[in-house]
Nanobody, 117 residues
Framework: QRPFVASGGGLVPPGGSLRLSCLAP???????????IAWYRQGPGEQRELVAT???????NYADSVKGRFTISRNNSRKMVYLQMNHLGPDDTALYYC????????WGQGTQVTVSS
């Protein structure tokens, strides 16, 4: 089974913004709209943590560390989930992953976000 594919990361200065994208694997396109999806991140030397979630009905939740700065959204027609990240700081530097909340199937390689002057 192919993983969810995260993209859109890069190098950004403090205070900047990035928009990450997550494409679902083709094998689940037919049921994507029924899945709840999450963004995770893993900073250097840190454990992977939950960043944001969006349910099949569009309800969202955020970690306290990103609340008010990040926005998760989805487009079921495109089989995509997005993470808009604003007011980025060095503590946001991490490898970002997307996956089902249930964490079934393989993990992708993620997309690197580096916040540095």
């Amino acid at each position: 089974q192919r993983p969810f594919v995260a993209s859109g990361g890069g190098l950004v200065p403090p205070g900047g913004s990035l928009r990450l994208s997550c494409l679902a694997p083709g094998a689940i396109f037919s049921v994507f709209s029924g899945y709840s999806i999450a963004w995770y991140r893993q900073g250097p030397g840190e454990q992977r943590e939950l960043v944001a979630t969006i349910t099949n009905s569009g309800n969202t939740n955020y970690a306290d560390s990103v609340k008010g700065r990040f926005t998760i959204s989805r487009n079921n027609s495109r089989k995509m989930v997005y993470l808009q990240m604003n007011h980025l700081g060095p503590d946001d530097t991490a490898l970002y992953y997307c996956h089902r909340i249930e964490r079934l199937g393989p993990w992708g390689q993620g997309t690197q976000v580096t916040v540095s002057s």
